[in-house]
Every structure is written in structure tokens, then in C-alpha cells.
């Protein structure tokens, strides 16, 4: 597994986005002050069920949440699922592609 901390969210839009990450998760650890939308960013691409990169972005906006989540959509990833933990908010994603392969019968 490898791990980056990222210094923007522009910077993230730039990363090269693997086609063998089938699924990923972004973890948005809201902010209790009203300055940013949220603390932490933390962004987990996975192969299969193992984790293959791990990102951290500092404190950022919603327009920041928009950029994170809108990228994956254009890169094939649809969303799965949104889940809350204490002040963590979680979206779920799974390659588009990769979910029609796991749904089909043999």
C-alpha cells in the first residue's frame, strides 16, 4: 500500500487514476467551527478488497468535496453507498464496470 499527502484538491484531480482500483471510499471528517466544511480527507482506493493507495488532504470547502467526488464519477466510479460515523461522513464507490462483472452469472 502506498500513501500521499496531497497539499489541494486541485492536486488530486491530476493524480492518474489506475484502472485495476475496482472500488474506493472518501472519508470527510466534518468540522465543528463553521471555518471549513471539513478537517480531514481521506481518500482509500482499493484492488478487490485490499488497499492499494490511501490519500490525506487537509481542511477543505464544499466546492472541495464537489471536485473530490465529481472526479471519481468522470474516472467510471459510481456511488454505493453514504454512511455517517460520530463526525466522519463516508462515500462508497465501485468502478462502474466492475459492478456489472460481479453482478452477471456465469
Same mark, same amino acid.
Given at each position: 500500500? !502506498? $500513501?500521499?499527502?496531497?497539499? !489541494? $484538491?486541485? #492536486?488530486?484531480? =491530476?493524480? /492518474?487514476?489506475?484502472?485495476r482500483?475496482?472500488?474506493?471510499?472518501?472519508?470527510?471528517?466534518?468540522?465543528? =467551527?463553521?471555518?471549513? $466544511?471539513? &478537517? &480531514?480527507?481521506?481518500?482509500?482506493? %482499493?484492488?478487490?478488497?485490499? @488497499?492499494? *493507495?490511501? *490519500?490525506?488532504?487537509? /481542511?477543505? =470547502?464544499?466546492?472541495?468535496?464537489? *471536485?473530490?467526488?465529481? @472526479? *471519481?464519477? =468522470?474516472?467510471?466510479?459510481?456511488? +454505493?453507498?453514504?454512511? %455517517?460515523?460520530? #463526525?466522519? #461522513?463516508? %462515500?462508497? $464507490?465501485?468502478?462502474a464496470? !466492475?459492478?456489472?462483472?460481479? +453482478?452477471? #452469472? /456465469?
Amino acid at each position: 500500500m !502506498s $500513501y500521499f499527502k496531497l497539499d !489541494s $484538491y486541485q #492536486e488530486f484531480t =491530476s493524480l /492518474p487514476i489506475k484502472d485495476r482500483w475496482t472500488k474506493c471510499t472518501v472519508g470527510l471528517e466534518h468540522s465543528v =467551527s463553521g471555518t471549513h $466544511y471539513w &478537517l &480531514l480527507c481521506e481518500i482509500q482506493f %482499493f484492488v478487490d478488497d485490499e @488497499t492499494d *493507495l490511501y *490519500l490525506h488532504i487537509g /481542511p477543505g =470547502s464544499k466546492g472541495d468535496a464537489n *471536485l473530490v467526488l465529481n @472526479t *471519481l464519477e =468522470s474516472h467510471g466510479f459510481v456511488q +454505493t453507498g453514504r454512511r %455517517f460515523m460520530r #463526525e466522519w #461522513e463516508y %462515500f462508497d $464507490y465501485q468502478r462502474a464496470d !466492475s459492478r456489472k462483472m460481479s +453482478t452477471q #452469472e /456465469p
